[in-house]
Every structure is written in structure tokens, then in C-alpha cells.
């Protein structure tokens, strides 16, 4: 059903295509921009910070050919984006460096790889980034404002020993500072797109059911009432029949498949109607307590399973919420009924009800069934999915149509020979007694 969404994953490799393509533009630029000035400056042989920045672009060429060929085949997924950026930021430490460490105009680099490490690897990813950063940017001002290493290519009069060490010290805690202020700002951003992204994505995925469902709505509504038709004179045919022609076993035998069978197409058909179609529910107060308490009675009293299965309830008083008392009917009825068939010989199904706080409520209704993988849990909801020789696949269905009027949802939790919960959240009113 999806189908405009992509996963995480592919939208890191694709960030990850666009980081490397980037890459590799800006070391031609570089390498562009040094070639024109040695052209202009003619000087031969190239000045040793020439070589080293050559050298430079080289690596990062390298490395951009390592990336493409490891790329898709990469064991590390997660660690890869970061790696990739780690090194960057190594690779601009080392162009501020040769450009001249404290007088360099390049520190602003670190803030471009911050921001893209926050698209890619977001808000975590792009504080770690500039810690490190920091890290390298303290580390390199400090060994040179000690003499320790000295700045590439310099000439005496803008070497650091020239500036006061406040000046210095101001200059590093700035950069700094701006490192983790780019980290915070663009990590937010960053993620307010990824979950507004995420957002959008369900909704597409909603509207689309929505849309399809309507249309299919309006189809079964039609394709119902040409099959119930027949189907009632059809039944009604042999029933006169039956009463007609002079008794005889067999055929009696065969009269009544006719009859059973058509009850159950009939009742495939009201059924699928119910989930193409749902009627509009009035929408009533109503206690769980009262309303479950005589569902569950209903169903021990209508069902064969009730011999062999069990139902306990633990009801909290006094929970009320607003909706049609059919549907609520419905629902539990669907999912108790999935429950003692889920069950083999004898077993225990609980229905439980508790309010929560913020005007919730939850009814919990557990069995000790044969329980469902991962996996099957997916499909449950889908019209027509069933695992039993005689299900139509079309109760969870209902259920799931139902509660999508109400915009409340189940939560499936099941471990396979154990049982299964589903757990419905809904919205309690106060009543005031
Ligand atoms: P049906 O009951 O006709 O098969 P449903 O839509 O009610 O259709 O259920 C779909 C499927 O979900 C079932 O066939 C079953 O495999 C699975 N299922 C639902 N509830 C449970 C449960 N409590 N325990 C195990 N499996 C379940
Ligand atoms: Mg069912």
C-alpha cells in the first residue's frame, strides 16, 4: 500500500550519494582555484603549500572513489555517515592548517559540515560532529600559539605570535560556540523535518485507504443487494420445495446444504458489507462495565467454545465513553470470538478494562491461543486474510474500520504457543454521578 514513502535506509544512501558528489566538486573547485593562482603568481617550482594542498585534493579524491566502490556493500551502515563525516572534518582541520591555522578564512568549513552532517545523521550526530569540531579546533590553535608546530606557509608578520592571547582565546571559544550553536539549530530543524516527513507520509498512506475504501464502498453496497436477492429466492424455493416434494433422506440432506450454504454466503455478504460500508453509528454514553459485561454473556450463551474456553473479567467501575453501543458490541465480539478460536482444546480468555490518565481508557482482552509471529501480525487487519479453513478473514477488518471512525486504534502484542493481547485505547468521558 505503500508506495511514495522510502525507507530510512534509502534516504541515507541518497544523502550519502549527493555528500560524495558534493565532495568531489568542492576538491575540483579547490584545485580550479589554486591552479588559476599559481598561473597568475607564475611561479616555479609551485610553493610548498601548493604541493601539500594538491596533495590534499588528491586524498579527498581517493577517498571519494573508496566511498563509491565500498558504498552499497558497506558492512557498518549506521557507522558509515559517520565515519565519512568524522574524516571531513580531519580534512578541513587540515585545509585550515596549510591556509594558515589562526589566520585561516577556511574555519567557516566546520559549520558547512556540521550542517550537513545534521541532514544526514541529525540532531545527535551533528553535536558529536561538532565536539569534535572543537576538539581539533583547540587542539591546532593551541600547538601553534605554543610554538609546538608551526603554521605551513606563513610570512613572519600574520603568525599568532603576533596576536594578544585574548584575542586568541576569544577567536577559539567563538568558533566553538558557533560549532555547537549551527549543531543545535540545524539538528532541530533537521528533525522537525524528519517527523514532519514521517507525519506526512501516514496521511498519504491514509488518504489513499480512505479513497479506496469509498469506491470499494460504494461497489459493495451495489454487488450486495444483486446477491442477496437471488439468494432469498433461491432459499425460498427449496424451502417450498422441502414441503412439497414427499419426503426422502437424501434428498432432504441435500436440500439443507442448499439452505446452509446460503445462510453463509449471505452472511459473507452482510459481513463484507459491514466493512465496505459501515453504517454511520449513533453515538451514545455508554458503560463498558454494563455494555462488556452483557456482550460477554451473550457470546458464552450463542458460542459452543464457551464448554472449553473460559472468559474471565476484571472490570473497572464507572468507565464511560461516547460511542455506538453496536459497534462497541461488534468489535469485542470479533476479537473474543478470534480469541476462543485461536484457542485448542481448553484455555482462558481475560477481558480486562482500566482507565488511564489524560481521559483514556483501555480494554485488554488476552487468550492463551496459539498466538501469531511478527510477521502474521502484519496481514491480520487485511480484508480476506485468514489462517482457518472456514474464516472469511474479515472480522479484524471491521474491527479495524470501525475504529477508524473513532481514530482509536489496537495494539497487537503475541508470542507464538503462548497467546496473544490486543490491547484497545480509547477515549473516556467524566459523567458526573
Ligand atoms: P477470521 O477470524 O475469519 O480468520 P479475522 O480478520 O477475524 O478473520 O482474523 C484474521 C486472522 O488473524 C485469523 O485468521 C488469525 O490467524 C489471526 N488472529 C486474530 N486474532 C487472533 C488471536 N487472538 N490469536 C491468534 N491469531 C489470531
Ligand atoms: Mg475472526
Known amino acids: 500500500m505503500r508506495n511514495s514513502s522510502i525507507t530510512p535506509e534509502e534516504d541515507l544512501y541518497h544523502k550519502l550519494k549527493w555528500l560524495m558528489f558534493f565532495r568531489i566538486l568542492f576538491a575540483s573547485l579547490l584545485l580550479g582555484s589554486t591552479i588559476i593562482v599559481q598561473l597568475k603568481e607564475n611561479s616555479f617550482p609551485p610553493d610548498k603549500s601548493f604541493i601539500v594542498l594538491h ?5 579527498i579524491f581517493l577517498l571519494s572513489i573508496y566511498y563509491a566502490f565500498i558504498f552499497r556493500t558497506v558492512k557498518t551502515r549506521l557507522l558509515f555517515p559517520y565515519i565519512q563525516i568524522g574524516i571531513d572534518t580531519l580534512l578541513v582541520t587540515l585545509i585550515i592548517f596549510i591556509t594558515g591555522s589562526f589566520t585561516s578564512i577556511f574555519s567557516f568549513l566546520y559549520l558547512v559540515v556540521i550542517i550537513y552532517s ?25 600547538l601553534e600559539y605554543y610554538g609546538i608546530i608551526d603554521p605551513y606557509f606563513l610570512k613572519e608578520s600574520s603568525s599568532i605570535g603576533n596576536y594578544a592571547w585574548n584575542l586568541v582565546f576569544f577567536k577559539v571559544v567563538i568558533t566553538m560556540l558557533a560549532c555547537f550553536a549551527v549543531a543545535f539549530l540545524s539538528g532541530l530543524l533537521s528533525e522537525q523535518l524528519r517527523r514532519t516527513k514521517k507525519e506526512l507520509s501516514v496521511m498519504e498512506e491514509r488518504l489513499e485507504r480512505v479513497e479506496k475504501m469509498a469506491y470499494l464502498g460504494e461497489m459493495a453496497a451495489g454487488m450486495t443487494h444483486e446477491i442477496k436477492n437471488p439468494l432469498a429466492s433461491l432459499a425460498g424455493s427449496i424451502q417450498i420445495l422441502r ?44 458503560d463498558l462495565e454494563s455494555a462488556l459485561a452483557e456482550t460477554i454473556k451473550l457470546f458464552q450463551k450463542n458460542q459452543d467454545t464457551s464448554r472449553r474456553v473460559s472468559i474471565m473479567s476484571d472490570f473497572s467501575p464507572n468507565i464511560w465513553v461516547e460511542m455506538d453501543p453496536v459497534h462497541l458490541r461488534q468489535v469485542m465480539w470479533n476479537i473474543i470470538l478470534n480469541a476462543a478460536e485461536a484457542i485448542e482444546g481448553g484455555g482462558l480468555i481475560k477481558v480486562k478494562t482500566y482507565p488511564l490518565k489524560h481521559n483514556y481508557a483501555c480494554i485488554e482482552v488476552s487468550d492463551t491461543g496459539c498466538g501469531m509471529t511478527k510477521k502474521l501480525i502484519q496481514s491480520i487487519f487485511d480484508p480476506f486474510f485468514t489462517t482457518k479453513s472456514s474464516g472469511t478473514g474479515l472480522g479484524l477488518s471491521i474491527v479495524h474500520r470501525i475504529l477508524e471512525s473513532y481514530n482509536t486504534w489496537l495494539e497487537v502484542e503475541s508470542e507464538v504457543g503462548k ?15
Not at 596533495?55 to 586524498?59: D, R
Not at 445462510?263 to 454514553?285: C, Q, T
Request: aromatic share 8%; hydrophobic share 45%.
Open 419 to 433: 497467546g496473544t493481547r490486543f490491547t484497545w485505547k480509547l477515549n473516556r468521558i467524566d459523567i458526573p454521578t
Open 243 to 286: 414441503k412439497e416434494i414427499p419426503y426422502d433422506p437424501e434428498h432432504d440432506k441435500l436440500m439443507q446444504i442448499v439452505l446452509r450454504e446460503t445462510d453463509r454466503l449471505n452472511a459473507l455478504v452482510s459481513n463484507f458489507l459491514l466493512f465496505a460500508k459501515p453504517p454511520a453509528g449513533k453515538i451514545e454514553r455508554v
Open 55 to 59: 596533495g590534499l585534493i588528491v586524498i
Open 118 to 142: 545534521s541532514m544526514i545523521i541529525f540532531r545527535k550526530g551533528s553535536m558529536i560532529m561538532a565536539s569534535f569540531c572543537s576538539i581539533q579546533y583547540g587542539i591546532l590553535i593551541n
